[in-house]
């Protein structure tokens, strides 16, 4: 089977419409389960395979997400490019509520993860290369897509991966920014790193929910509301698939 492009769902993105002619896979990995079935399709002439990294009832927290599995099991359907789309936090001024962001750099906080699939028995130890942690080639596509959509994703930053599924404080997402993050989310990791050990091309669309703890700074910080981070999604998710049906285009 050939995969045009991968996309997992992220919080508020539990199903991709638009797809035809629609099977799921369930497929036996050696690493647990996926997170939910593989939904693929066809869109736009390709073909498309959809994960729901929360399951499709957001029944599975950030921390306990088996991202190992999610990764093989989307490579072994012969995906070669993956498109995380992740809910988070805006820390950066230009990075309100329904922005769309494509980070360019990402730094780990998350803690007890399994991060590798060197992490089992007998598995060769590898090294990869991790400085560029997203596909450029991909990335440049998708803000090219962005653009022939005419919708516009901010292009850059730096995405903080926290190990949830509790909000920050403030004083944490005040490191954050000193650390040189413009946004804060919690899937981001090691889901990055894990499709680079597969050689898989990948990159995050940064979807954003609400303003983190304290932020914007200097302003005066809004209580965080889960319905009003949910009235967010829905807004900014529902721009998403034209920004696809360009990309397969």
Known sequence: MIVDLAII???????????????????A?????????IVVGELAGKRVAFLARHASGHSIA?????????????????????????????????????????????IDYTHGRIAS????????????????????DLRRRVLASARQAGMV?????CYGATQGPRLETRAEIARMRRDGCDLVGMTGMPEAVLARELK???????????????????????????????????AATARIPALIAALLA
């Open 9 to 27: 769902g992220g919080t508020g993105l539990y199903d991709f419409p638009g797809l035809h002619k629609v099977d799921k896979q369930v497929v």
């Open 29 to 37: 990995t050696p690493y647990g389960a996926a997170s939910d079935a």
């Open 62 to 106: 950030p921390h306990r997400i088996n991202y190992r599995a999610n990764i093989w099991t989307l490579h072994h359907l012969g995906a070669r490019q993956v498109l995380g789309i992740n809910a988070v936090g805006g820390i950066r001024a230009d990075m309100g509520p329904q922005a769309l962001v494509l980070p360019d750099q990402i």
């Open 117 to 136: 699939f060197c992490d089992a028995d007998d598995a060769k130890v590898e090294h990869v290369d991790f400085t560029e942690p997203y596909s450029a």
């Open 153 to 157: 994703v901010v292009d850059g930053g």
């Open 200 to 234: 898989l091309e990948y990159a995050c669309l940064a979807v954003v929910a609400n303003w983190a703890a304290g932020c914007p700074e200097g302003a005066a910080a809004p209580e965080i509301s889960l319905p009003e981070i949910f009235a967010h999604l829905d």
